[in-house]
């Protein structure tokens, strides 16, 4: 279940958006988004909130999975599907005592070694980057490759997505080597029509390179 909803992955970041995040959110999800994540690097945890509320809102009007990056708490306040945590935020133990069962917990592990514990420690899905390269994340390191990608979801077991320099001349090379989805910023975000770029990575997932 959560694998089909990591398909096509969109992590919102005010930061990387001219004008309403609310709206290129809506028009992505018009496009074939099936998971949002909201990651506020910049702002007040009141403005962290605002945002999430409205994300969250039109999230379950469209019946899309939302997800914050980073706060399990945030995440709680708006009563997301979930929180997405890197190996220098709160336990994947921690957040789940605290969001219990329902709560939706991923995680980006940094070494083989933490893929392969990570489903033992309450994580549903994990985010393997950068496949590619990116430069929307300032501290996301060297490219680490598609035989990486595949590796650690294979030692994992649970849902893995691809994130990091994902496009539509990639996305599909992603899921061959054993991803469920993969995790966009800039290929949406830097869009001048996210509808039309959406739809562009979903038909590039569905193509002969998958």
Do not use: W
Not at 7 to 24: E, F, H, K, N, Q
Request: proline share 3%.
């Amino acid at each position: 279940m959560v694998a089909s909803r990591l398909r096509l992955y969109l992590v919102a970041d005010p930061d990387l958006v001219d004008g309403s995040l609310t709206s290129v959110v809506s028009a992505a999800i018009d496009g074939g988004v099936t998971c949002v994540q909201l990651r506020v690097k910049s702002g007040s945890d009141r403005v962290f909130e605002r945002l999430g509320m409205e994300v969250a809102n039109l999230c379950r009007e469209r019946a899309t999975m939302f997800l914050v990056n980073d706060r399990v708490d945030i995440a709680l306040a708006v009563r997301a599907d979930g929180v997405h945590l890197g190996v220098d935020d709160i336990s994947i133990e921690a957040a789940r005592r605290l969001g219990g069962g329902p709560l939706v917990v991923g995680y980006s592990p940094e070494t083989d070694q933490q893929a392969q514990v990570a489903a033992s420690r309450g994580a549903d899905y994990l985010g393997v980057g950068p496949v590619f390269g990116t430069t929307s994340k300032h501290d996301a390191g060297e490219a680490i490759g598609l035989e990486t990608l595949g590796r650690r979801a294979r030692l994992s077991g649970i849902p893995t997505i691809g994130i990091g320099g994902i496009t539509t001349a990639n996305a599909g090379q992603a899921l061959a080597a054993g991803a469920c989805g993969v995790a966009v910023l800039s290929a949406i975000l830097g869009s001048n029509e996210p509808t039309g770029a959406a739809i562009a990575l979903v038909l590039a997932m569905a193509g002969p390179s998958r």
